[in-house]
Nanobody, 120 residues
Framework: QVQLVESGGGLVQPGGSLRLSCAVS????????MGWYRQAPGKQRELVAS???????DYVDSVKGRFTISRNNARNMVYLQMNSLKPEDTAVYYCNANYYIDSYNTQDAWGQGTLVTVSS
């Protein structure tokens, strides 16, 4: 079975930095795209950043210039470097992988979520 294992969440002061990691394992032919989502209490889940195996990257406007997504396609891993963190960044962050199970068909898998709390 496919698993996504996240790490790096925790408590950080405003202006601080945090790096999230996500590793994908299981019966995967290859990764098509990976992304980071977040959900704050009482709010809907939003896409924070995404990156395709070809290197195409997108960010939500609120994190542009502060967050950087990167990946290691060969090892099926994705990272989210978060700098200049703000209290509004507080949320549960989820890793997502869209992957090929054969030469054409794809599926999605999600991590369990890791809590990022930005507070003084």
């Amino acid at each position: 079975q496919v698993q996504l294992v996240e790490s790096g969440g925790g408590l950080v002061q405003p202006g601080g930095s945090l790096r999230l990691s996500c590793a994908v394992s299981g019966n995967i032919f290859s990764i098509r795209a990976m992304g980071w989502y977040r959900q704050a209490p009482g709010k809907q889940r939003e896409l924070v950043a995404s990156i395709t195996s070809g290197g195409n990257i997108d960010y939500v406007d609120s994190v542009k210039g502060r967050f950087t997504i990167s990946r290691n396609n060969a090892r099926n891993m994705v990272y989210l470097q978060m700098n200049s963190l703000k209290p509004e960044d507080t949320a549960v962050y989820y890793c997502n992988a869209n992957y090929y199970i054969d030469s054409y068909n794809t599926q999605d898998a999600w991590g369990q979520g890791t809590l990022v709390t930005v507070s003084s």
